[in-house]
């Protein structure tokens, strides 16, 4: 497995380590080691923000780790569904036809739960290829196999990014809801 791959795991050790030395040189009185101490966690901070990078386009996630993922389907289709239900509830609204206006509301609605189940496939399958990515590698690193364990790392990328896609759709759309319940 490659050195230099962000890991929150590893940013977590990292910091830990880094606050360690910094409270020994503290303690021991040695600047050196609170500095370096210092210097440790503020790498880690970042090796953590560069751990959780994301960039979400529609239908698609792209990682830190160069792995780029396909949305499940259940997603695309809901936020369409969501799309055109909203637009038929508006144009009921406007028209004053009821029907239209709660078919536009089931429509939503149905795509809302769509889209969610999307994102709870993206996000458990990212966490199950991580898990099973994160073990292969390690025993084929044990075994010396180096082919095999850059197929793992693979494995773990992809997870990563289809869990951190996931994550910041769910993340995106709880800040909206929190938004849109301050406003009422």
Do not use: W
Not at 53 to 71: E, L, Q, R, W, Y
């Amino acid at each position: 497995m490659s050195n230099d791959n962000t890991s929150t795991l590893k940013a977590v050790v990292d910091s830990a380590t880094g606050t360690i030395q910094n409270a020994f040189g503290s303690v021991t009185g040695n600047s050196a080691h609170q500095t370096e101490g210092q210097a440790k966690q503020n790498k880690a901070d970042v090796k953590n923000d560069a751990s959780h990078a994301t960039a979400k386009i529609p239908g698609f996630a792209a990682s830190s780790s160069g792995a780029v993922t396909k949305d499940d389907p259940n997603r695309t289709t809901g936020a369409y569904n969501q799309t055109v239900g909203s637009a038929k509830e508006f144009v009921g609204g406007l028209t004053g036809s009821e029907s239209l206006k709660a078919a536009g509301r089931q429509q939503n609605q149905e795509g809302q739960q769509q889209e969610a189940k999307g994102q709870l496939n993206d996000y458990a399958g990212g966490i199950s290829d991580r898990v099973a990515g994160t073990l292969g590698g390690a025993v084929a690193g044990v075994t010396g196999n180096k082919a095999a364990e850059s197929e793992y790392q693979k494995q773990h990328d992809v997870g990563k990014t289809a869990q951190r896609g996931a994550e910041t759709d769910i993340a995106k759309k709880a800040d909206a809801e929190s938004a849109a319940a301050r406003k009422s």
